[in-house]
């Protein structure tokens, strides 16, 4: 098992938010984490990537406890974090956002990997980040944690806010991830996660209610209401 | 070509900082032109490259200059006073950091400015090793021989501002490098995104530290300069207002660019010297034009011009 989350237990100031979350990643796989807002799905990769400190549990990477590692170690050990708000550097370009994560993977030829499975943005490569549009920013951002072979992504809410057309092509980008990365997605396009994931683990009020696959929920009424799954 | 056109802004600089004594109303309005310009380009590595902005930093140029002085006055006439003055503002920078760059925001601040008061009290109080507010005088200038030249004498100004000019244009060479290294692109993500730079697998804190030492270590030769220039060290580069003038400097010329910093000092320089012909409250005047081209120009003169050349695609 590439992710084994054990009872997990994550408190900010006096607010329970994760209330005994266990959730676990094969290798190559893509797991979808989803529930309405507010239910601590960012709150969980925050925990895993080591921004929020667990109160209680363990977070097992490749059979290593790396529950209270910091985050650089972390990265380091092939964990890729990208947040909701994509958190580029805006005044560097294109080209040197990617060259971060080079520099730090030492592993020049990502930059080529990144540009075959992201062509858009090859064009963009001079320009700021911060003015690039929000489905540019995107695959720059899954970009950046791809280099330096992350055998785990955890992307936050990659597809919100952005157009269909964009939505579609990053749906394909993900699917393409699995190749070389396993990925828990974290989404509230419920329908557009249900189409890319292999197995979904859905939450509420800070634990999990329900996992099992895409189809299996599609049977399960009280999982739909609590997604808020329109027919 | 393609090298030539990579320096190109350092030869530029280079050019006008060699004729600066020419262009200037005397060639002591150059020295300290050339001296807090580069006091001002080390202060950036900290505060437009890193961003991490710090309200002590006059502390380094003022240990710089007094460990300098010091050395003259006390143990040698020799160049190896500009070392002397370096490496203690290399090591207080340091400790400085060690204890500073773990917190951030006003925490980071107030730690710096307390830094710099605590030495500001020490020297100020420690009347009989440093002259204390009369400030540090008596201080001799080296002579510097080299093997089959005739030896050269820091008394005349010119000499004495070329002498500089290697010094600062080397320098400035150097932290040229360092800041387009793949070391500067990464202080410049910890400016941008600290989290961000974390998840990428850099230990944020050590890249920090070091830009604070980098950022000392120069300041303290430009302090160190100043004092051999001046054959004097007051008290007052050790007082947070003067942490508050490089950081104007810095604004004021455009932090998010190499050089800005400098020109930031020329601005400084050429008006602290105008205004004081005509009023003894000059600080007054240059405060107010420094809110008035801050809120004006808020990328500072170099970075406006910087930003209109790319609009346009230059």
């Known amino acids: 098992m590439l992710l084994d989350v054990k009872d997990l237990h994550t408190f900010y100031e006096q607010s329970h938010v994760l209330q005994g979350v266990s959730l676990n990643a094969e290798k190559d796989e893509i797991v979808g984490l989803l529930g309405r807002n507010g239910v601590g799905k960012t709150t969980f990769l925050k925990s895993i990537i080591g921004f929020v400190k667990p109160k209680k549990g363990t977070i097992l990477f490749k059979g290593q406890d790396i529950t209270y590692l910091p985050s650089f170690v972390k990265a380091r050990m092939g964990i890729g974090y990208v947040p909701e708000d994509r958190r580029l550097f805006p005044r560097l370009t294109t080209m040197e956002n990617l060259r971060t994560a080079v520099v730090a993977s030492g592993k020049k030829e990502g930059i080529d990997k990144c540009l075959q499975l992201f062509p858009d943005l090859k064009d963009l490569l001079d320009r700021r980040a911060g003015r690039l549009s929000g489905g540019e920013q995107e695959m720059l951002s899954i970009a950046r944690a791809l280099i330096g072979n992350k055998s785990l992504l955890l992307l936050d809410e990659p597809l919100t806010g952005l157009a269909p057309k964009i939505v579609k092509r990053l749906i394909e980008s993900i699917k393409k991830l699995k190749e070389t990365s396993s990925v828990i997605l974290v989404e509230q396009n419920i329908r557009a996660a249900l189409r890319i994931v292999d197995r979904v683990y859905v939450m509420k009020d800070g634990k999990i209610i329900f996992e099992g696959t895409p189809k299996q929920i599609h049977k399960n009424k009280e999982v739909q209401k609590s997604l808020v799954i329109e027919r | ?314």
């Open chain 2, 1 to 314: 070509m393609d090298r030539l056109k990579k320096y190109q802004t350092l030869l530029l600089f280079l050019f006008f900082t060699l004729i600066l004594p020419f262009i200037s109303i005397s060639v002591a309005q150059a020295t300290d032109i050339l001296l807090f310009g580069f006091f001002a380009i080390s202060f950036n590595i900290l505060l437009g490259f890193t961003g991490i902005l710090s309200f002590g930093h006059g502390l380094f140029f003022g240990l710089g200059a007094y460990g300098t002085g010091l050395f003259l006055k006390y143990v040698s006439v020799s160049p190896l006073s500009i070392a002397v003055g370096t490496i203690l503002a290399t090591i207080v920078a340091a400790i400085v950091a060690y204890f500073c760059t773990i917190r951030r925001g006003v925490y980071f601040a107030m730690i710096t400015i307390a830094f710099n008061q605590l030495f500001y009290f020490i020297f100020f109080t420690w009347r009989d090793f440093t002259g204390g507010d009369d400030g540090l005088v008596g201080i001799r200038r080296f002579i510097i021989e080299l093997p089959f030249l005739p030896a050269i004498t820091l008394q005349d100004p010119l000499v004495r501002y070329y002498f500089f000019f290697m010094i600062v244009g080397i320098s400035v060479f150097f932290i040229k490098r360092i800041l387009e290294s793949p070391f500067g692109l990464i202080l410049q993500a910890v400016r941008e995104n600290e989290e961000r730079t974390m998840c990428l697998g850099y230990n944020v804190n050590s890249f920090r530290f070091a830009s604070f030492l980098l950022s000392g270590l120069f300041s303290g030769i430009a302090g160190s300069l100043y004092c051999i220039h001046l054959r004097f060290v007051g008290v007052t580069v050790l007082h947070w207002m003067f942490s508050g003038e490089v950081i104007m400097m810095t604004i004021l010329g455009g932090m998010h660019t190499f050089f800005g910093p400098f020109i930031g000092a020329v601005l400084f320089v050429f008006l602290r010297d105008l205004l004081s012909n005509f009023t003894m409250h000059w600080p007054l005047i240059i405060g107010l034009l420094f809110i008035i081209l801050t809120l004006w120009l808020r990328r500072g003169v170099l970075g406006r011009l910087a930003s209109y050349l790319e609009l346009r695609g230059t």
